[in-house]
């Protein structure tokens, strides 16, 4: 039987082995390329899709969304929206029946909405957010979730760097592979889980400690 926590700490996570999406990674720059990626994508049942931001370090500047990233479990593509836009293929998809899967998908609908008119929430998605819970687990992100489920700890230290680099580096490549195809793999194994049953959730006691002390040194 599996074991879940219903909240995991930042210091349990900092403890485990990193992970990284272990596939095929294509960087999508050209219209004509992002076809033929929705081609393959539009084969598969499930897919995870996040989204990346170059972020803003001055006061009143803000960017539009510069990457999607859409994974199976072994092949991920990312799409260099700054350079080609959103081609209609690729809104076709993501309003289309292959079914997707996401956190937070409210912010990457409200980015990608900002780049173009896309009616995203009319697509076939599942929110990480809103099926985990079912589990008794209480974390919201997608790092404690993974780490929670597979005792696996995925990297942030990309997140803040420039996503509309003339080139994304290898780190960024994986960072963006692994925050899609992360998606894929908690679904597929809450999927099992809720068929099985075989799984309890537990009160994290490590957490429950950490309150406790804060209380008695407050009070």
Known sequence: MRELKNKIS?????????????????????????????????????????????????????????????STLDTCFLFRLNLIGMPKELEE?????????????KDDFNSLKKRKSVKTDLGNWIELQDYAPKFGIEDKSLQKLFANLFGQKISKSQRLSNWEA???????????????????????????????????????????????GLQKNIS
Do not use: H
């Not at 960087?27 to 972020?55: F, H, W």
């Not at 998809?93 to 998908?105: M, N």
């Open 10 to 70: 930042k210091t349990e996570i900092s403890k485990m082995e990193k992970v990284v999406f272990p596939g095929r990674v294509f960087v999508i720059y050209t219209q004509e390329a992002a076809i033929k990626a929705v081609d393959y994508l539009n084969m598969q049942s499930c897919v995870g899709v996040d989204t990346e931001t170059r972020p803003s370090f001055k006061k009143g500047t803000m960017y539009k969304v510069s990457l999607l990233q859409i």
């Open 93 to 105: 998809f993501l309003i289309g029946d292959v079914l997707k899967i996401g956190l937070s998908l």
């Open 166 to 212: 003339e080139s994304l580096s290898d780190g960024q490549q994986l960072y963006a592979a692994t925050d899609a195809w992360a998606c894929v793999k908690i679904y597929n194994m809450l999927q099992e889980l809720e068929k099985s049953g075989d799984y309890v959730t537990v009160q994290n006691e490590l957490i429950n400690t950490n309150i406790d």
